[in-house]
């Protein structure tokens, strides 16, 4: 019997005893330092780092076409040299690759005025350009319209007044911004056609307050940034030499 409650204490204490106190969290304390080249460096991390950092620097300064000149998303009104050099280029090497995987072509491009993001200056193009132009990880997504769903483009192209980059698309507006053509391809849009718009993942969220991609009949995701497309573009131009034409214009 004694046995037996001693059994009963002992399991009496190990319960009570190894129960944890609730702990409460009381005060945050932060304190600030200041990166500075005060800061000594390690040599060894250095000495570790220095022969990747020297491929990767090598790597981004190669160079791999040449422009004749500087071009900026500055230099028009509602179109602009760069710009169509980058929605030229999505479409010459994207479409590759959506045509392979669905047999299907892209029928126009439509980027962000606020994607580009650095000037294409003259003389030499590297990788490291390319990046400069678009920094960000966007990549390039084609995204399946109606023709009627095309009238939000329109719309929006009309009503934000931006050089926005297109690639075979062509709008064109009166003085008083009211669309006298509309155009994919040269042709006029069909509303009962689906068409197949290229763009990147993040005007398909809607970056850019580009509201219209969501409703679509199908979308595609080619797995292929921005980015890489304009290096592929440099790597396959001896000389870049992109002008402002008249796919967005306006009649005044």
């Known amino acids: 019997m004694r046995f037996t409650h001693f059994i009963f204490l002992l399991n009496f204490f190990i319960f009570f ?39 990767i620097q090598k790597d981004l300064d190669s160079v791999l076409a040449y422009s004749v000149d500087l071009y900026s998303k500055t230099d028009g009104d509602l179109n602009t040299a760069v710009g169509n050099f980058m929605a030229d280029a999505v479409y010459s090497e994207a479409n590759p690759v959506f045509k392979s995987r669905t047999g299907k072509d892209i029928d126009m491009v439509l980027l962000n005025y606020g994607g580009i993001r650095s000037i294409l200056p003259k003389g030499n193009v590297t990788k490291r350009t390319a990046f400069q132009l678009m920094p960000f990880e966007n990549s390039v997504v084609v995204v399946a319209l109606k023709g009627s769903q095309i ?79 304009l290096i592929d573009k440099f790597i396959k131009l001896d000389t870049i030499n992109p002008v402002i034409d008249d796919r967005f214009i306006q009649i005044k």
């Open 17 to 55: 005893g190894c129960k944890q106190e609730k702990l409460h969290l009381t005060k945050i304390q932060g304190e600030q330092i200041q990166i500075t080249d005060s800061l000594s460096s390690n040599t060894e991390i250095e000495s570790f780092i220095k022969p990747y950092r020297d491929h």
């Open 151 to 229: 009238d939000s483009i329109v719309e929006y192209l009309k009503t934000r007044k931006r050089a926005h980059p297109i690639s075979k698309f062509k709008l064109v507006l009166d003085k008083d911004f009211n669309v006298i053509e509309a155009k994919i391809n040269e042709k006029n849009i069909d509303k009962n056609k689906v068409y197949h718009v290229a763009t990147n993942d993040y005007l398909y969220n809607g970056g850019s307050n580009m509201t219209f991609f969501k409703n679509n009949d199908s979308l595609y995701v080619l797995n292929y940034k921005i980015r890489n497309a």
